[in-house]
């Protein structure tokens, strides 16, 4: 079992930038994929970024270049730094934790990103 907090959500202005934290207790996240996913009000939750556990990443397209996740095992924490935020990055964003020997996904409760000038 692993429980994830995220943070570092907040109001940010279009062009800015922010840093989500997603901080894991419990188990280690050293054999877990860790993933951020977003949901914009009324949307399906989507993927945006995927570090896998031998720390290479993907993204899709909308937000490769703009977005980098990152992972630090020792601080068993994983984060999310968003580059040119735009206005449709406004939504919930959550951390999740895929344990692929048990085929496991572990949620966190979420942080708000709110885009506004």
């Known amino acids: 079992q692993v429980r994830l907090v995220e943070s570092g959500g907040g109001l940010v202005q279009p062009g800015g930038s922010l840093r989500l934290s997603c901080a894991a207790s419990?188990?280690?996240?050293?054999?877990?994929?860790m993933s951020w996913y977003r949901q914009a009000p009324g949307k399906g939750r989507i993927l945006v970024a995927r570090?896998?556990?031998?720390?290479?990443?993907i993204y899709p397209e909308a937000v490769k270049g703009r977005f980098t996740i990152s992972r630090d095992n020792a601080k068993n924490s994983a984060y999310l730094q968003i580059h040119s935020v735009r206005p449709e990055d406004a939504a919930v964003f959550s951390c999740?934790?895929?344990?692929?020997?048990?085929?496991?996904?572990?949620w966190g409760q979420g942080t708000q990103v709110t885009v506004s000038s």
């Open positions: 570090i896998h556990i031998d720390g290479s990443s």
């Open positions: 419990g188990n280690s996240i050293t054999p877990y994929e």
């Open positions: 999740n934790a895929y344990d692929p020997v048990n085929s496991v996904n572990f």
